[in-house]
């Protein structure tokens, strides 16, 4: 973490940003954003040659649109109005003309929660875990085993649950995950930086390869052939009506209202995980647990020393992370309705890591904001320029002054296929110029707010004795 | 007596680094563990505390042993350490580096974290306020907010000293905490560890080489020398000690010093 200098500032330049800073202004700079970014998405021409393109520039601007606004010096319910009007209205309803958003929307909700999980582990506690795809296949596994009408010993034995049980094996895939997040602590407790992270990528893959491998003599996860047809949580009545409601008062009809409707619960579903997620991330951030967690990433040693039961809490780092992973995992399988071993591989472990590096370890927003970038990039930008290609390549665009006819780009250098190298350039431009992360940690000023309880304390300070609690037998 | 360290061994390897140690520490008095580089002090506290395990030996603290207890257990029992070389919670603020210092009086329930209970509300509000007493005793009353690694070195030391007297210890060890200052720096540490004990009623044990904070503060010295305790007595007794006069300055001050022969 880098403490931030502000540059050397010339007077106008000074005075422009002090005048920036005042609410009216700033307020109408952000609203402004909001409205321009929610019309450059509605008036999209799907049909326009250069659609893909506009595409690129106008959806990204309304997914930061909330942590923008949430940056803003605005007024708190104001801000909170506008951030859920955008995420519980705005949304849901361009959704409806053009399920890739909801989609997209979805893909980002879902790896913000993995995220905010693999942060607890990494950004708060310190511990560099390259294996925690895993946890995520933990709960995905949980759901489609019970679900799946693959033939495994579960669809044999008549033991699948119904599509209700969705809820419940939420619930479930938290303890499970957790447990397992315990299980792997345990061995590597004493171990640290590097040590740790090889130890936990093993681990990653022991359990992407028992996916692949528990097919035989049991056959528990139908193996490299993965499972199907996975139970997904039933569609209520009125995300249909609603769907069917939005398209009318639009004066469209949807060819199938269904499926946008089950896009747009599974939408909600995302969103009000990643909303549990978040809550319990920045409850737990600003508790003791969260600063004996600071503490451990700071100076173990000092820390231990401190009287921070260091076992303790590295398992409950792990716990924590892994059951979020876990819950996220069962809403990931319900939404593929398919897995296998090869959805949950390194990469995506690192693509993670990624999400917290660029986002700023530590900090909740910062992640989030990982988590939209670095998805949007992979799904959403890249794609989109390919689609523009193929787009240009079809109607044999020549770029003009240069003479280059679109036709003769090499599809080895198609865009969507740059993935990893802009990652690793990214990755690469972030520790040279932002190493904390686009948006870094802050630390919670809260003196001023010990001493309004007690202004008149003498200057010495009255130190109370604290009585000693009864050892609780950890 | 409330510290008593009986016949304790320590050895990396081959190198015995504490052999054959006792001390007793008499409950509110401020004492010092003094000793050339090498002595074995640092070793002795890093016993005490639990950070190394002795081969031999006893710790008894308040009538407990505190043999085979981790750290976190020792600081519960009541043992608070500062470190030699500076080692505060760098990226934190003032403030959360002190509010870290309580941790083993806290009850840490994920449950009543996740649900804020009114028990949770208290507790935090209650670490708040003893964090922002403890900073106002250590004379950093106001500065709580900042990143602590943006402090001066004295006040990273202050810091030191008010995150283990969060904890509430009845014994607080101090490896060299005036080491790095100037004399002006080092007479306002000695009044503060002096108020530590006043004012707060906690036994104060200082390993320390600056020998005018020693002889001013202390009222107990033990000097260790290749692991062994060499004397011990007041500060008169041991300024006149042949056996620490040598260890410090070499057989043939001694020598040149004839006539002066104390006993410990």
Aim: with cysteine; hydrophobic share 50%; aromatic share 8%.
């Amino acid at each position: 973490m880098t403490t931030q200098t502000a540059a050397p500032q010339t007077g106008a330049w000074a005075t422009f940003k002090a005048w920036l800073a005042r609410p009216a202004i700033a307020g109408a700079i952000v609203v402004g954003y909001v409205i321009l970014s929610i019309g450059l998405v509605v008036t999209l021409n799907r049909g326009s040659l250069w659609y893909p393109l506009a595409n690129i520039c106008a959806f990204p601007l309304l997914v930061i649109a909330p942590i923008v606004v949430l940056g803003s010096p605005l007024p708190g319910r104001l801000k909170l109005s506008i951030i859920l009007g955008l995420i519980i209205v705005i949304l849901p309803v361009i959704g409806v003309f053009n399920t890739s958003y909801l989609e997209l929307a979805i893909q980002i909700s879902i790896f913000a929660g993995l995220a905010l999980g693999l942060n607890v582990v990494i950004g708060f506690a310190g511990l560099l875990d390259l294996g925690y795809i895993a946890f995520f296949a933990v709960g995905a596994y949980l759901w489609a085993m019970f679900t799946s009408p693959a033939e495994t010993i579960f669809q044999i034995n008549g033991w699948l649950v119904p599509d209700w049980a969705f809820f419940i094996f939420i619930l479930l895939a938290v303890g499970a995950a957790g447990l397992v997040g315990i299980l792997l602590g345990l061995p590597v407790l004493r171990l640290r930086g590097d040590y740790l992270a090889i130890v936990t990528l093993g681990f990653g893959e022991m359990i992407r390869i028992l996916a692949r491998n528990a097919d035989q003599p049991i056959n528990l996860t139908n193996g490299a052939q993965g499972l199907h047809n996975i139970g997904r949580p039933p569609l209520p009545g009125f995300a249909v009506d609603f769907t069917n409601g939005v398209a009318g008062a639009f004066g469209i009809t949807l060819n199938n209202p269904d499926t946008v409707a089950r896009q747009l619960m599974f939408y909600f579903l995302s969103i009000g995980l990643l909303f549990i997620v978040i809550l319990v991330a920045r409850r737990l951030e600003n508790s003791a647990i969260g600063r004996a967690w600071t503490a451990i990433r700071e100076d173990e040693t000092a820390a231990i020393a401190m009287g921070v039961p260091l076992v303790r809490m590295k398992l409950l780092a792990f716990a924590t992370g892994a059951s979020f992973a876990g819950a996220i995992g069962v809403l990931y399988a319900a939404k593929q309705t398919f897995i296998d071993p090869s959805s949950f591989v390194l990469i995506q472990s690192i693509t993670i890591l990624a999400m917290v590096i660029v986002g700023g370890m530590g900090g909740i927003r910062g992640v989030i904001l990982g988590a939209m970038v670095i998805t949007l990039l992979d799904l959403h930008i890249l794609a989109n320029l390919s689609l523009q290609l193929n787009a240009l390549r079809n109607i044999d665009f020549v770029i003009p002054i240069l003479n280059f006819h679109i036709r003769d780009w090499p599809s080895q250098l198609e865009p969507s296929k740059y993935q990893p190298f802009v990652f690793g350039l990214i990755l690469v431009l972030m520790m040279i110029f932002r190493p904390a992360g686009l948006l870094p940690e802050p630390r919670r000023k809260m003196e001023l707010l010990a001493e309004k309880i007690d202004p008149t304390a003498p200057i010495t300070g009255e130190v109370k004795a604290v009585p000693t609690r009864a050892p609780s037998g950890d | 007596m409330l510290l008593n360290v009986q016949n304790l061994v320590k050895s990396f390897g081959g190198i015995a680094a504490v052999r054959d140690i006792s001390v007793g520490i008499e409950d509110g008095s401020i004492s010092s563990i003094i000793g050339p580089n090498g002595a074995g002090k640092t070793t002795l506290f890093n016993l005490l505390t639990g950070i190394y395990k002795p081969d031999k030996g006893a710790i008894t603290f308040d009538g407990q042993s505190l043999l085979g207890l981790r750290p976190d257990q020792v600081n519960k029992a009541g043992v608070a350490r500062t470190f030699q070389t500076i080692r505060l919670f760098a990226g934190m603020t003032v403030l959360e580096n002190v509010m870290v210092g309580t941790h083993s009086r806290l009850e840490l329930s994920l449950w009543k974290t996740l649900f804020r209970t009114p028990s949770f509300r208290k507790q935090e509000q209650f670490v708040r306020e003893r964090a922002s007493d403890l900073l106002r005793f250590v004379g950093l009353g106001g500065r709580g907010d900042e990143i602590s690694r943006n402090l001066p070195y004295g006040d990273q030391r202050r810091i030191e000293i008010a995150r283990a007297l969060a904890s509430s210890p009845k014994l607080i060890l101090l490896d060299e905490p005036t080491a790095g200052m100037n004399p002006n720096e080092s007479d306002a540490a000695t009044a503060l560890f002096r108020r530590v004990r006043d004012e707060l009623g906690i036994t104060v044990v200082l390993i320390e080489h600056d020998m005018r904070v020693v002889m001013e503060i202390s009222e107990h010295i033990t000097v260790l020398d290749y692991g062994q305790k060499i004397a011990e007595g007041s500060p008169a007794e041991i300024r006149s000690n042949t056996r620490v006069i040598e260890a410090y300055l070499g057989r043939r001050a001694v020598e040149t010093k004839e006539g002066t022969h104390g006993t410990a």
